[in-house]
């Protein structure tokens, strides 16, 4: 079992829609941080989020962390196929030293 | 700055062959980290070094072994390969806990 759900698993949208990822888990995160990665390279920091209910904005980009520090979202506003990746969502779990990945979204946006 | 540097970048190897992946960390970084990444899903942790003593151990079988050196560069070694191991291999290095910069990662191939 993974220890962070995200959904969906795939998406594939058209330029200039919006979309939500989203990451969710049973148990509480020091913090959550997201990563994008492109076919042939590691995953590269998108940001980081440590306090609940935390909202941090990149450009077109927009996390949020939840209340209860269980669960977190990406919305992407306006995609453009610039943003196609593999979306990650990361967390370190309350008195953990090691990061633990979500699942995975796979986002294709449309020209 | 060089990035985190692994190699090879890929490899072929016969199910019970041994395999030796090799990481160089940023400059300065003192933890390394490697995680498993199959097709399809996100990253899966298998260990964790700092100052080069192991500081995290993942579900994955003895099998697997890591070490780190003075200079903080570091091996993955897997034994009696299946199978099941061909995967993309991601190392990660970090000044402490994070953030996390990985590198492109080693496809290794059992056939």
């Known amino acids: 079992t993974q220890l962070l759900e995200q959904s969906p698993q795939f998406l594939s949208i058209q330029e200039g829609e919006n979309l939500t990822v989203y990451c969710n888990s049973s148990s509480v995160f020091s913090s959550l941080q997201w990563y994008r990665q492109e076919p042939g390279e590691g995953p590269v920091l998108l940001v980081t989020?440590?306090?609940?209910?935390e909202v941090k904005k990149l450009k077109r980009l927009t996390f949020q962390f939840g209340d209860a520090r269980k669960d977190s979202s990406l919305h992407i506003t306006a995609a453009q196929p610039g943003d196609t990746g593999l979306y990650l969502c990361?967390?370190?779990?309350?008195?953990?030293?090691?990061?633990?990945f979500g699942t995975g979204t796979r986002l294709t946006v449309i020209p | 700055d060089a990035g985190v540097t692994q190699s090879p970048t890929h490899l072929i190897k016969t199910r019970g062959q041994q395999v030796t992946l090799r990481c160089s960390p940023i400059s300065g970084h003192k933890s390394v980290s490697w995680y498993q990444q199959v097709l399809g899903q996100g990253p899966q942790f298998i260990f964790q070094y700092y100052e080069k003593e192991e500081r995290g151990r993942g579900n994955f079988p003895d099998r697997f072994s890591a070490r780190q050196f003075p200079n903080y560069s570091s091996e993955l070694n897997v034994n009696a390969l299946l199978l099941g191991d061909s995967a993309l291999y991601l190392c990660a290095s970090s000044f402490r806990e994070s953030p996390l910069h990985f590198g492109n990662g080693t496809r290794l191939t059992v056939t």
């Open positions: 990361a967390g370190r779990p309350t008195g953990a030293n090691n990061l633990f």
């Open positions: 989020v440590v306090t609940g209910g």
